[in-house]
């Protein structure tokens, strides 16, 4: 099995920074990708990032291209989410997601484990 533990939510004002943490742990893959989604109180979880461990170009959904960028660190097995200009709108909890066998996907149901969410709130 796979672990996943977020870190590095919080409160921040409109304009500012945030970086969350995904640490994995547990059964490694020889390929599997790993996503970054975000759930607001009373809407759907959404795709915000993806990146393929084996490299490759990352995704982003279009409401957070420019502002927010996935990377990976092998040595540490830890997917990093940095997001900059946060807009209200960021407003969300957010889930650390592994996919395996596979390359990026963008719908909830293509990935086989999550982590427990970080909250992530910027005040206006």
């Known amino acids: 099995q796979v672990q996943l533990v977020e870190s590095g939510g919080g409160l921040v004002q409109a304009g500012g920074s945030l970086r969350l943490s995904c640490a994995v742990s547990?059964?490694?893959?020889?390929?599997?990708?790993m996503g970054w989604f975000r759930q607001a109180p009373g809407k759907e979880r959404e795709f915000v990032a993806g990146?393929?461990?084996?490299?490759?170009?990352?995704y982003y959904a279009d409401s957070v291209k420019g502002r927010f960028t996935i990377s990976g660190d092998n040595v540490k097995n830890t997917v990093y989410l940095q997001m900059n200009n946060l807009k209200p709108e960021d407003t969300a909890v957010y889930f650390c997601?592994?996919?395996?066998?596979?390359?990026?996907?963008?719908?909830?149901?293509?990935?086989?484990?999550w982590g427990q969410g970080t909250q992530v709130t910027v005040s206006s």
């Open positions: 990146l393929a461990w084996s490299g490759g170009s990352p």
């Open positions: 547990g059964r490694t893959f020889s390929r599997y990708a």
């Open positions: 997601a592994a996919r395996v066998n596979f390359g990026v996907d963008r719908n909830v149901a293509g990935y086989n484990y």
